[in-house]
């Protein structure tokens, strides 16, 4: 398992915390299949995410997610 040291300055206002770079896309498998029925599908898109050591799960926006046309792979909340 890899390890990485992040700096952040919580006092720090115009910090926004550990960010990642990352990209949005449905799996190759997702697009193949949607284009063979005739679906379009839109380019990844590369943003940053802000790492939650402490988040039992990952989150984007359902309005988010409808706009890229997202493939829901798991839906649910933790109690």
Do not use: H, Q
Request: aromatic share 6%; charged share 25%; hydrophobic share 40%.
């Amino acid at each position: 398992m890899g390890r990485a040291e992040l700096r952040w300055d919580p006092s720090d206002p115009k910090d926004p915390g550990p960010l990642i770079d990352i990209v949005i896309m449905n799996s190759p498998e997702v697009i193949a299949a949607g284009r063979l029925l005739g679906l379009e599908y839109p380019e990844a898109r590369p943003l940053k995410a802000l790492i939650d050591t402490g988040a039992s799960i990952t989150v984007i926006s359902k309005t988010f997610a409808t706009f890229c046309k997202l493939f829901t792979t798991s839906e649910g909340s933790e109690v």
